[in-house]
């Protein structure tokens, strides 16, 4: 399939649309198994929410919290958020009930989690691996593809057992954790090929579009073909670092840029406004290798050492991918966008692990919006400061890897519909969502 620019007139698939695309997902190979869920507290009184409601809810709730939260994630099953209390705090359970949550008493408090995190950063940042919080957990999880070994292997395992088994876990990945860098409906620039994530419209009103940073800093100029003339210039690029996202302008400024992501057969989703993830959330991929794959949200604040660099602050996922997919979107079904396609291991036949930049943190530091949601609001997923990795590459601008500052989400938690049961993938490609 090649890019193309869609004109105004081309139809967008939105409302029932939208729910044909979510049947259609649940038809689509899975990455693996999906992966057991801890058991909420029984006899619980909590009301029905979606994916896109538990994020705001989330939002409101650890600030109201403080220390006493410790972490959330959504129950796909029961269609419940699940909010971590540390420390027996029966105030803060009441809270999150009153809400319309879930509590659950967790040993590890976010705080302490950071903490650990920073540990790892300091002790172990070893090329291969990557950790994430885990909140069904209460744990860290480290991660290891397969050139860990050795020495570096037994540097990490010290590492982690030096926290203690109840704070953090390691396993083995399957491949390598590495950038993708061939697409599928692509861009192309430098020798590389990428894939287009969202279109946007820059703080100075012009057309624009987000994709991976690991494709920004290879090519400063990228066309829509392969061998064909520029069509879009780098504005800003930031891997490795504070995130993996490059804002590209089009050099034509009459260019239409439809907030939608092509999702093949001629239907479109068009895409709101940007939204933050929640653990256990259902998510569409959309990359230029390998189509349209789904799966689910499982961490936050990840922090991925890859060959170039450690890269923080980026949502994991068990959506497949392979190269080509960089940049790539990662929505929801309604028409959230959530993520850009960072990086990972495995692939869509054997499955793998996929880590996405927040699109929330990467308008916030461009100052670009999308849809007519704006920046949104301020990312769950922030940055770690310990990297131990390369300096940042930086194309076109200063780096500055903000938050955006959005609502607080206040209130008690408003129903949703329909369950979410999901999956999960991860892994930087270079390749373009079709829009």
């Not at 538990?54 to 958020?81: E, I, M, P, T």
């Not at 922090?303 to 997919?325: F, H, K, R």
Request: charge should be neutral; include cysteine.
């Amino acid at each position: 399939m090649t890019h193309r620019r869609i004109p105004k007139r081309r139809a967008v698939m939105a409302g029932a649309g939208a729910a044909g695309l979510i049947a259609a997902a649940v038809l689509l190979p899975r990455a693996n198994a999906s992966q057991a869920q801890s058991e909420p507290p029984s006899g619980a009184a909590a009301g029905k929410v979606n994916a896109a409601s538990a994020a705001a809810a989330v939002r409101g709730l650890a600030q109201q919290l403080g220390d006493a939260f410790a972490g959330s994630y959504y129950d796909a099953a029961r269609q419940q958020v699940v909010v971590n209390v540390a420390g027996n705090d029966s105030n803060a359970s009441a809270r999150v009930k009153k809400a319309g949550a879930v509590p659950r008493a967790v040993r590890n408090s976010a705080a302490e989690l950071r903490s650990a995190a920073h540990t790892l950063a300091r002790t172990a940042t070893i090329p291969g691996t990557a950790w994430a919080v885990d909140p069904r957990t209460n744990r860290i999880v480290v991660s290891a593809d397969r050139t860990v070994k050795g020495a570096q292997w037994t540097r990490l395992e010290k590492a982690v057992r030096s926290l203690g088994a109840d704070t953090a876990r390691i396993q083995k990945s399957a491949g390598q954790f590495k950038a993708f860098s061939e697409g599928g409906d692509a861009i192309f620039g430098g020798g590389a090929r990428c894939s287009l994530g969202f279109n946007v419209t820059t703080q100075d009103g012009k057309p624009g579009f987000l994709t991976a940073g690991h494709c920004g800093v290879a090519a400063k100029q990228w066309s829509l073909s392969a061998n064909g003339a520029p069509a879009a210039t780098v504005q800003k690029a930031t891997f490795p670092g504070n995130g993996d996202f490059s804002l590209l302008t089009y050099d034509d400024a009459a260019t239409q840029a439809p907030s939608a992501v092509d999702t093949g057969a001629g239907k479109l989703v068009e895409i709101t406004g940007p939204a933050d993830a929640s653990v256990g959330q259902r998510v569409l991929r959309m990359g230029s290798t390998t189509g349209l794959h789904d799966g689910t949200v499982t961490g936050l604040d990840a922090t991925v050492n890859y060959p170039e660099g450690t890269v923080t602050g980026l949502i994991q996922t068990d959506v497949c991918a392979e190269p080509g997919d960089s940049g790539g979107s990662l929505f929801t079904a309604d028409g959230s966008a959530v993520g850009l396609t960072s990086g990972g291991s495995g692939n869509c036949k054997a499955g793998g692990e996929t880590f996405f930049q927040p699109v929330t943190t990467a308008l916030a530091a461009t100052g670009a919006t999308i849809g007519a949601g704006g920046q949104g609001g301020q990312g769950d997923q922030g940055g770690q400061g310990d990297q131990g990795g390369q300096g940042q590459g930086d194309q076109g601008g200063q780096d500055q890897g903000g938050q955006g500052q959005g609502g607080q989400g206040q209130g008690q938690v408003s129903g949703g519909s329909g369950g979410e049961d999901g999956v999960i993938s991860m892994d930087p490609a270079p390749g373009y969502g079709r829009q």
